[in-house]
C-alpha cells in the first residue's frame, strides 16, 4: 500500500502571490457527534475543484500545491479519511461508501451551497492515491441522490488504482503477497479482523515517533528504489527545490499524524475494499461513464488495470517510474498534462 500523496514543494517555489495557497485547515461537525478535518487551499469561489483522497497512513493535506493549480485558480480540497488522521471512525453498523458519501455531502453543502451546484458553475475533479482510489471512485460513481454533487464531476485520477473486490472476481490475481495478505482473502475471511489486528501491532514501534518513521522510510522505501526511480525523484527534486531530507521528514510526519488519533483507518481497510460501493463499474450510467478516468501506474504493472481498462469506457493509462512511490514524482507533470488536454476537450473551465 502506498502512504504518498503529492510530494511537498519548497518554500522557495512559493510566491507572495500564492497568499490563497496557504493551506486552511479546518473541522466540521457532523451528524451522531463525529467531526470532519479537511484541509483545503485556493480561491473558495473558483469553478475548478480538486478533491484528492488519501491513501493509507496519510491525511487530508492541501498545502502542496502543483503550479497547475496556481495557474487555474483550483479550489483544492483534502480531506482526512473515516479513522484517519483527525477524522472520527465510522459509525458501528455503518459501510465505509454510505460513511464517505455522507460526510462528503455535509463538506460540500458547506463549502457549496445547493444553489451553486444548481446553476451547474462546478467543475470538480476527483483524485486519489492507492487505496484512497476507492474513495474516489465511490464518489465518482455514486448515484446522485447519494452525492448531487457528482453531477459536476467530470473526471477522475486514479494513482495505483485498485477495484472493487465484490465484482472482479479475480482481484486477488493482481495483488502482490504482502497486499493478498493484508487486504485480500485472508483479511476478508478470518475472525475478529485478526489481519489487521496484527498488522497494527507490527506497525506501532515504527510510527511511535518521527524518527522511528524515518529510519522505517529509509530502510524499506528510499532504501530499496530502482535505479530509473531514482533518477525521477532526484530529477523531481531538482524541480521542487526540495532535499531528500526534507522529504523523508516530511513522510514520516504523515504517517505518524495519521495514527495519532486512532487506528480505524488501517483496521477497516480491508472492509472499503470488500465492500459493496453501491454500483458496479461495468453498469455505470452514460452519465457516470462519461466523465474521464486518468489511470498511473508503474511502467509493465499494466496488467493490474486489466479490469478497469475493461469496464471503465473513457480511460487514459499513464506508466511512470515505478516503485512504492509510484507517480510521485511527476504528479506536478500529470496534473498539468491533465488539465491541459481537458481544458482542450472543454471539459475544464479555463483560468
Not at 32 to 37: D, K, M
Request: proline letters at 6%.
Amino acid at each position: 500500500m502506498s502512504v504518498v500523496t503529492d510530494p511537498p514543494t519548497s518554500a522557495a517555489t512559493h510566491k507572495a502571490t500564492d497568499a490563497l495557497y496557504v493551506s486552511r485547515n479546518e473541522r466540521l461537525a457532523l451528524p451522531g457527534r463525529r467531526t470532519l478535518a479537511y484541509s483545503h487551499s485556493g480561491p473558495p469561489d473558483s469553478r475548478l475543484v480538486v478533491l484528492w483522497c488519501h491513501g493509507g497512513f496519510n491525511f487530508g493535506d492541501a498545502m502542496n500545491t502543483p503550479q497547475a493549480f496556481r495557474d487555474r485558480k483550483v479550489h483544492f480540497i483534502a480531506p482526512d479519511l473515516p479513522g484517519w488522521g483527525e477524522t472520527s471512525p465510522m459509525p458501528a453498523g455503518t459501510t465505509f461508501p454510505e460513511v464517505l458519501l455522507s460526510d462528503l455531502r455535509v463538506l460540500f453543502e458547506h463549502l457549496y451551497p445547493a444553489c451553486h451546484v444548481a446553476a451547474s458553475a462546478l467543475r470538480i475533479y476527483v483524485a486519489g492515491v492507492s487505496d484512497g482510489t476507492c474513495a474516489a471512485q465511490v464518489v465518482c460513481g455514486a448515484p446522485y441522490d447519494s452525492f448531487p454533487y457528482g453531477r459536476q464531476m467530470v473526471a477522475m485520477l486514479l494513482v495505483e488504482p485498485l477495484v472493487q473486490f465484490c465484482e472482479d472476481v479475480h482481484y486477488s490475481r493482481s495483488l502482490t503477497w504482502a497486499a493478498w495478505v493484508c487486504v485480500g482473502p485472508p483479511a476478508h475471511i478470518l475472525p475478529f479482523n485478526l489481519v489487521a489486528r496484527m498488522l497494527k501491532y507490527a506497525t506501532q514501534p515504527h510510527l511511535k515517533d518521527v524518527p522511528s518513521a524515518e529510519k522505517t522510510l529509509r530502510a524499506d522505501i528510499i532504501g530499496k528504489m530502482a535505479k530509473d526511480e531514482k533518477v525521477a525523484f532526484a530529477e523531481w527534486r531538482a524541480r521542487a527545490g526540495v532535499q531528500e531530507g526534507e522529504f523523508v521528514r516530511w513522510m514520516a510526519e504523515r504517517m505518524v499524524r495519521s495514527v495519532s488519533k486512532s487506528w480505524a483507518g488501517l483496521l477497516g481497510m480491508a472492509d472499503v475494499l470488500h465492500a459493496d460501493w453501491g454500483f458496479k463499474i461495468k453498469d455505470l450510467d452514460e452519465d457516470h461513464a462519461r466523465k474521464k478516468v486518468i489511470m498511473i501506474v508503474a511502467r509493465g504493472q499494466t496488467k493490474t488495470l486489466d479490469y478497469l481498462v475493461k469496464n471503465y469506457r473513457n480511460t487514459k493509462v499513464v506508466e511512470v517510474a515505478g516503485g512504492d512511490l509510484v507517480g510521485a514524482w511527476c504528479m506536478d507533470l500529470i496534473w498539468e498534462e491533465t488539465f491541459a488536454e481537458l481544458e482542450s476537450e472543454g471539459g475544464l473551465p479555463s483560468a
